[in-house]
């Protein structure tokens, strides 16, 4: 066998390997280098983190995906059905630390790799669920910011709204394009948009994805569920600022 053969089939180096396993350490030293101010050298390690991870999944950085991070099983099998939401989240967590770094400058090789990061954000956080989270932090950050790094962060925050219209639970229930649906996220959308309807969305959000997995996987439970849901979505309507309640909650 030539080495070069060798070398590709060999797994990876034991320095790969121990990189790999401290990249939560360069997290933490970005963390602890930005809360100094210290944003050089919180880019530098944060970047690091990518660096590692993408070598990880043999990669260039720019080129990392949701789709390559699967869960790993006991015996350190990958699971192709089942995503590695920790790591996803820590992409999208220092893609969102190293946007509000370079948000500090407007200058034009900082806009740049602004809106790099801010796509990686977004990226790594459509459909999963701490997508509603990540909106609403970049929601509350966009009162902070001017100029073009506020156009750059409210076009990120358009696309992670578009994609967050998905009532989880209530869309099991009813399926996507229910006119149910549409009326409940209309109502989100107009009142839920103060404190208390910020932490109802906050637990909403929170808890029922996991809710739609268990029906999936248990469908006795899912039978029983879903009337119980829909028959409570129907109260709800009647008491919500709506037209043609009557004719709609017939349905």
């Not at 080495?3 to 089939?9: D, G, R, T, V």
């Not at 991870?53 to 991070?69: D, G, I, N, Q, S």
């Amino acid at each position: 066998m030539s080495a070069a053969k060798k070398n590709k089939n060999e797994g990876p180096s034991r320095a790969m390997i121990m990189g790999y396993k401290c990249r939560l350490d360069y997290i933490k030293q970005g963390q602890m280098y930005e809360n100094k101010g210290e944003l050089i050298n919180a880019i530098t390690v944060y970047e690091k983190y990518f660096e590692v991870v993408a070598k990880w999944h043999k990669v260039e950085k720019e080129k990392l995906k949701p789709e390559m991070f699967k869960k790993l099983t006991k015996e350190g099998v990958i699971n192709e059905k089942e995503d590695d939401l920790h790591e996803i989240f820590l992409i999208s967590l220092v893609s969102w630390n190293l946007a509000r770094i370079y948000a500090y400058s407007d200058k034009e090789k900082h806009l740049e790799k602004l809106k790099i990061m801010l796509d990686r954000f977004v990226l790594f956080s459509i459909g999963y669920k701490f997508q509603f989270l990540n909106c609403e932090t970049l929601r509350k950050y966009l009162k902070k910011v001017t100029g073009p790094q506020e156009k750059l962060m409210e076009e990120a925050y358009q696309k992670l709204r578009v994609h967050s219209k998905r009532c989880y639970l209530a869309t099991h229930c009813y399926g996507e394009n229910h006119p149910h649906l549409s009326i409940l996220r209309s109502f989100r959308d107009n009142y839920l948009n103060n404190w208390g309807g910020e932490l109802f969305l906050k637990f909403y959000y929170g808890f029922s994805p996991g809710i739609v997995t268990y029906c999936q996987r248990h469908k006795n439970f899912d039978q029983c569920l879903t009337p119980a849901v829909r028959f409570l979505i129907r109260l709800i309507i009647l008491f919500l600022p709506v037209k043609n309640k009557k004719t709609i909650c017939t349905k």
